[in-house]
């Protein structure tokens, strides 16, 4: 079992910038693929962020240059940088771990079998 705690979420002005956090407990980090999703009201959830066991790492198009995920194995959190927001971005924001495939690239909801609550982000314009 892997337990996910998102933070950072908020309000932010075009072309601003958040921090999102998620903590895991509960299995080693290390071991385990990490993503970001997000779900914005009336849509799918969309995959936005991957990054493997490895450290390597893969974006959807949408976010590629404005956003960054990364990972910090001493404190079984990974994080993503978000730059350059935009009002498109206003999302619920998920991270998700994928221990069934850490090397590679996870980028399918399916490829997920632990999520946290998730936490909202909201870009006005």
């Known amino acids: 079992q892997v337990q996910l705690l998102e933070s950072g979420g908020g309000l932010v002005q075009a072309g601003g910038s958040l921090r999102l956090s998620c903590a895991a407990s509960g299995r080693a980090f290390r071991s385990l693929a990490m993503g970001w999703f997000r779900q914005a009201p009336g849509k799918e959830r969309e995959f936005v962020a991957t990054?493997?066991?490895?450290?390597?790492?893969y974006y959807a198009d949408s976010v590629k240059g404005r956003f960054t995920i990364s990972r910090d194995n001493a404190k079984n959190t990974v994080y993503l940088q978000m730059n350059s927001l935009k009002p498109e971005d206003t999302a619920v924001y998920c991270c998700?771990?994928?221990?069934?495939?850490?090397?590679?690239?996870?980028?399918?909801?399916?490829?997920?079998?632990?999520w946290g609550q998730g936490t909202q982000v909201a870009v006005s314009s």
């Open positions: 998700a771990a994928a221990p069934r495939n850490p090397t590679g690239w996870n980028t399918g909801v399916h490829d997920y079998d632990y």
């Open positions: 990054i493997s066991s490895w450290n390597t790492k």
